[in-house]
């Protein structure tokens, strides 16, 4: 049983165009992450959501608490955004460690 | 102010070895929690340390095991290795525990021949 899901799992994109990235949760959370990964490992956390709207350069991310979703959307996407995009949420049952998404692959052609 | 720090960052192991990896949080950090990443499965929960007690644990075999020590560097290791705990293992450090931004380390890759 997967507590996170995420789609689509993979998408590609022209440079300049907006793109969505949804995660849907079925537990209570205390809070959701979206985390960024290029080739090579590396995980760059992009917010940290508990309500509300945040917004960070060309990032936005929403989550919405009572229809248990969230969504991180980039405006005018640049070939620099592909990387894997995985939302990640903490459940309170579980004394909130986190649980992950599959993660979204995007790629953006130039 | 540096970055988490792992170390190794690459290590071979044959099956029934033993392995220990290491990560220096950032300064200041006193929470540090673990995660295995394999294409199979993806990213996983190991452990979360916070002032040298471990405060969470993933669903992951005994042999799975860590450590945090009184300047909140952690260890894990991982004893009687099997092909299958090959993987990216990553940590992740955060001033405190539970809902703080977590910042994440390069990674040690572990390959088990």
């Known amino acids: 049983k997967n507590e996170v899901e995420q789609s689509p799992q993979n998408l590609t994109a022209q440079e300049g165009e907006f793109i969505t990235i949804n995660c849907s949760y079925s537990v209570g959370i205390s809070a959701l992450h979206w985390l960024q990964q290029h080739p090579g490992g590396g995980i760059v956390s992009l917010f940290m959501?508990?309500?509300g709207k945040k917004k960070h350069g060309r990032l936005i991310a929403t989550i919405n608490i009572q229809e248990k979703h969230s969504s991180l959307h980039i405006t005018a996407s640049h070939p620099r955004d592909s990387a894997v995009y995985i939302c990640a949420v903490r459940i309170m049952e579980y004394g909130n460690k986190l649980v992950f998404g599959a993660g979204t692959i995007l790629r953006v052609k130039s | 102010k540096a970055g988490v720090t792992q170390t190794p960052r690459y290590l071979i192991k044959t099956r029934g070895q033993q392995v220990t990896l290491s990560c220096s949080p950032i300064s200041g950090h006193r929470s540090v929690s673990w995660y295995q990443q394999t294409p199979g499965q993806g990213l996983q929960f190991l452990f979360e340390?916070?002032?040298?007690?471990?405060?969470n644990k993933g669903n992951f075999p005994g042999r799975f095991s860590g450590r945090q020590f009184s300047n909140s560097r952690s260890e894990m290791n991982v004893s009687t290795l099997e092909l299958g705990d090959s993987a990216l293992y990553l940590c992740?450090?955060?001033?405190?525990?539970?809902?703080?931004?977590?910042?994440f380390g390069p990674g040690t890759r572990l390959l088990v021949l």
């Open positions: 959501l508990s309500s």
């Open positions: 992740a450090s955060s001033l405190g525990q539970g809902t703080e931004t977590q910042y």
């Open positions: 340390y916070f002032s040298e007690t471990q405060r």
